[in-house]
């Protein structure tokens, strides 16, 4: 039997999450159509004390009565665990496909079903709108790179900046990588060595950063720049 990657996490919060589990279903009823943990904790790259756990809690309805049963309940899980909660609609998750292409491959490709039936299974995405959103979330990372450099003044102080920036990037070249018939999983390194491959681009830099900023910062520049170009060229029927 395969393990799922809850079972990495530590006990107590395997059991919080459970025991939220619980409220949530009393409190809810019908209306509590899933309960699905993504991000990290379903990658299996959960960090204690550093990494949040990600839940999306999936409504028939959000009315206001709903939203206040959820307010205590999520609000302990917070402060006691640092479990974040997202709230959706179930019938607003295919019409928002075309506005969060790759935030849902992301959480369809990694997530552990807690409760109910998983509304992501049989969703539709076109690759027009992954390819749009793609572009915008690599432009706007080369536009706020831009600016993290001109507030660090040296590559010495972009370290964190850099870091950052690359763990942003990872989803959006995923998909890129998916779009050109050359899927990866969602491990940090493999996407960034399988981007490299695709562009000539040596990758290495970026996972030691702060043995050498200053080539870590021309290596991401250069990666961002070869991304965007490819995205912006690729016709997706």
């Given at each position: 039997m395969?393990?799922?990657?809850?079972?990495?996490?530590?006990?107590?919060?395997?059991?919080?999450?459970?025991?939220?589990?619980?409220?949530?279903?009393?409190?809810?009823?019908?209306?509590?159509?899933?309960?699905?943990?993504?991000?990290?904790?379903?990658?299996?790259?959960?960090?204690?004390?550093?990494?949040?756990?990600?839940?999306?809690?999936?409504?028939?309805?959000?009315?206001?009565?709903?939203?206040?049963?959820?307010?205590?309940?999520?609000?302990?899980?917070?402060?006691?665990?640092?479990?974040?909660?997202?709230?959706?609609?179930?019938?607003?998750i295919p019409r928002a496909a075309d506005v969060f292409p790759l935030f849902y491959d992301d959480l369809r490709s990694s997530h552990v079903l807690l409760h109910g039936t998983d509304p992501f299974a049989s969703l539709v995405i076109a690759d027009h709108h992954r390819r749009l959103r793609i572009e915008q979330e690599l432009r706007e990372a080369s536009i706020r790179l831009r600016r993290a450099v001109i507030d660090a003044g040296s590559p010495r102080n972009l370290v964190g900046a850099i870091d950052r920036k690359v763990k942003q990037i990872r989803g959006p070249l995923r998909a890129l990588l998916s779009l050109h018939g050359r899927p990866v999983g969602p491990a940090l390194a493999e996407v960034l060595a399988a981007a490299g491959q695709l562009y000539?681009?040596?990758?290495?830099?970026?996972?030691?950063?702060?043995?050498?900023?200053?080539?870590?910062?021309?290596?991401?520049?250069?990666?961002?720049?070869?991304a965007v170009d490819d995205v912006d060229r690729m016709e997706v029927q």
């Amino acid at each position: 039997m395969s393990k799922s990657p809850m079972d990495a996490l530590p006990e107590p919060l395997r059991k919080r999450l459970q025991s939220l589990q619980g409220e949530l279903s009393r409190a809810l009823g019908d209306n509590l159509v899933a309960l699905l943990v993504f991000g990290s904790a379903a990658r299996g790259e959960f960090r204690e004390q550093v990494s949040d756990v990600d839940l999306v809690v999936v409504l028939r309805e959000a009315s206001a009565a709903a939203l206040s049963a959820l307010s205590n309940p999520l609000q302990v899980a917070r402060n006691a665990a640092r479990i974040e909660a997202m709230v959706l609609v179930a019938d607003e998750i295919p019409r928002a496909a075309d506005v969060f292409p790759l935030f849902y491959d992301d959480l369809r490709s990694s997530h552990v079903l807690l409760h109910g039936t998983d509304p992501f299974a049989s969703l539709v995405i076109a690759d027009h709108h992954r390819r749009l959103r793609i572009e915008q979330e690599l432009r706007e990372a080369s536009i706020r790179l831009r600016r993290a450099v001109i507030d660090a003044g040296s590559p010495r102080n972009l370290v964190g900046a850099i870091d950052r920036k690359v763990k942003q990037i990872r989803g959006p070249l995923r998909a890129l990588l998916s779009l050109h018939g050359r899927p990866v999983g969602p491990a940090l390194a493999e996407v960034l060595a399988a981007a490299g491959q695709l562009y000539k681009i040596d990758q290495a830099p970026l996972l030691r950063t702060r043995e050498d900023p200053a080539a870590a910062l021309d290596t991401l520049q250069r990666l961002l720049l070869a991304a965007v170009d490819d995205v912006d060229r690729m016709e997706v029927q």
